[in-house]
T-cell receptor
Framework: GDSVTQMEGPVTLSEEAFLTINCTYTATGYPSLFWYVQYPGEGLQLLLKATKADDKGSNKGFEATYRKETTSFHLEKGSVQVSDSAVYFCALRVGTSGSARQLTFGSGTQLTVLP | GAGVSQSPSNKVTEKGKDVELRCDPISGHTALYWYRQSLGQGLEFLIYFQGNSAPDKSGLPSDRFSAERTGGSVSTLTIQRTQQEDSAVYLC??????????????FGQGTRLTVV
């Protein structure tokens, strides 16, 4: 079946440090890949996505590239801020944008950025 | 509404009691999902509704769990005879109809269920 494995946390960084959160996947088809973020006290929000190999999703300074050869979708940011402190979830969905398939999530990575 | 709304935000119940969790999706979203997040775990898929189609119940962990969606909008997740292992955050999400860029799901803030 489909599965997502992401780097275990918690991760603690100083402000302006470089961030990488690793994510790898296994899928029975050709998945779309997502990063969701959950800020304290809020619901999950889509951070970025990529729907085909070599696509790069980006948002709010975060980037992730869909690497089919390594089945990975690592999240990166060059300079983190205190406001980036949150839980980050990697996820996949197999099927086209109109298909009735659910998202499969990783276990989440807690990021804390210290001033 | 402006976002996916879930109620209650927190629920403490005694073992063996039944509970109902409510989800009000974004207006116009025909797809609705329920997920469960146990402590230290990822999001576990429970059930999926798409329009008037039969729901995908493949993620429900036991027959104590059921869900319905009335009028294609509000959904209720019911857990009967609750057990301590049911303690988790229950998340609801909705997305647009098929063929309208339906890949993104919007999540509510969840209901934290504690069974004592």
């Amino acid at each position: 079946g489909d599965s997502v494995t992401q780097m275990e946390g918690p991760v603690t960084l100083s402000e302006e440090a470089f961030l990488t959160i690793n994510c790898t996947y296994t899928a029975t088809g050709y998945p779309s890949l997502f990063w969701y973020v959950q800020y304290p006290g809020e619901g999950l929000q889509l951070l970025l996505k990529a729907t085909k190999a070599d696509d790069k999703g980006s948002n709010k300074g975060f980037e992730a590239t869909y690497r089919k050869e390594t089945t990975s979708f690592h999240l990166e940011k060059g300079s983190v801020q205190v406001s980036d402190s949150a839980v980050y979830f990697c996820a996949l969905r197999v099927g086209t944008s109109g298909s009735a398939r659910q998202l499969t999530f990783g276990s989440g990575t807690q990021l804390t950025v210290l001033p | 509404g402006a976002g996916v709304s879930q109620s209650p935000s927190n629920k403490v119940t005694e073992k063996g009691k039944d509970v109902e969790l409510r989800c009000d999706p974004i207006s116009g979203h025909t797809a609705l999902y329920w997920y469960r997040q146990s402590l230290g775990q990822g999001l576990e898929f429970l059930i999926y509704f798409q329009g008037n189609s039969a729901p995908d119940k493949s993620g429900l962990p036991s027959d104590r769990f059921s869900a319905e969606r009335t009028g294609g909008s509000v959904s209720t997740l019911t857990i009967q005879r609750t057990q301590q292992e049911d303690s988790a955050v229950y998340l609801c999400a909705s997305s647009r109809p098929r063929g309208q860029g339906a890949s993104e799901a919007f999540f509510g803030q969840g209901t934290r269920l504690t069974v004592v």
